[in-house]
């Protein structure tokens, strides 16, 4: 049995864990982590009380994935609902479709009866209005928001660009392999963007045959070059996770155009390995990893690839 989660989303991984140490099927166990996570106000990057797009809505994303059937499950710029990753693993256990967005995916929210909230607080709002505060020009500020977006630079200033993110990776008692993610994206995004937590095989994948990837930070960058879905396919192909991980990495640094920034990799094999890479970061990036024998989950540093 192994858990991997990154280090924002640590607050779930203790309940993930227990879940994972009675036998849980792993990715129930790491879904009720993430909720968690997603209610948690101390974490700005999902869920209740994370920053909102620009125009002060919070619009979240998040996925599922089950490695033994490769079903999956997301939801992308999902408004009004307390748990982003519940709504995804509903698309996967309860309709015929992979991923749903938007008024579409709060349609579908609403019908199953999704648990509702208003997940801007005073504290977003406040955060939202300090940058519009900080970015709009006299003439933007008395027009907003009924003025080209396009005009606001929103891009690469998102105060918690490093944390994005919630993404948890397990190997359960059965052997299934599982992944999910959460994140309400770049703070001050452009609406309808959507980053690669929703997309299957660029910000998660998991196949209970070789293993599971996920990742953080510039879900821009992965989507072009389809990381988690090429993390698993190097596994298949026989390299170590360690490889995998580093050849990856190489795909991403072969992007020459476009917003280049970091990105942190995060995988695992189905014999229980696992490697954490930040490819490009300039801070520290922790992550937290639980095996059966340890009392809780233990924060780990990861390496840092510089290519
Ligand atoms: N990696 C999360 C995002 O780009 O939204």
Known sequence: MLLIANYEGRSGTQLAAEFLAKKTNGLRAIIEGIKLVEANLDIHTVG???????????????????????????VGALRGFKHPVEV??????????????????ERFAHEIG?????????????????????????DQASKFPNLRLLDVKSEAIDPEKMFDTTVYLSLDHEQRISSATSTSGWGWKYPGRLGD?????????????????????TGEMTIRAGTARSVVLYLKMGLSVEDAVYEAAR???????????EVTIHAIDKAGNYKVVGLNSSEEIKYVVWQPGMQSPEIHSAEILRL
């Open 48 to 74: 209740m009380s994370s920053w909102p797009n620009i125009l002060g809505e919070l619009q979240l994303d998040a996925s599922v994935m089950d490695g033994n059937t490769r079903r999956t499950g997301a």
């Open 88 to 105: 995804a693993y509903r698309v996967l256990s309860d309709i015929h479709h992979e991923i749903l967005v938007g008024e579409g995916a």
């Open 114 to 138: 999704a648990l509702r909230a208003k997940n801007e607080t005073e504290l977003s709002l406040k955060m939202w209005q300090k940058h519009l505060a900080e970015v709009l020009t006299p």
């Open 197 to 217: 937590s929703p997309i299957i095989g660029a910000g998660s994948y998991a196949d209970s045959r070789y293993g599971a990837c996920a990742c953080t930070h």
């Open 251 to 261: 795909d991403l640094t072969a992007l020459e155009t476009g917003y280049l920034a």
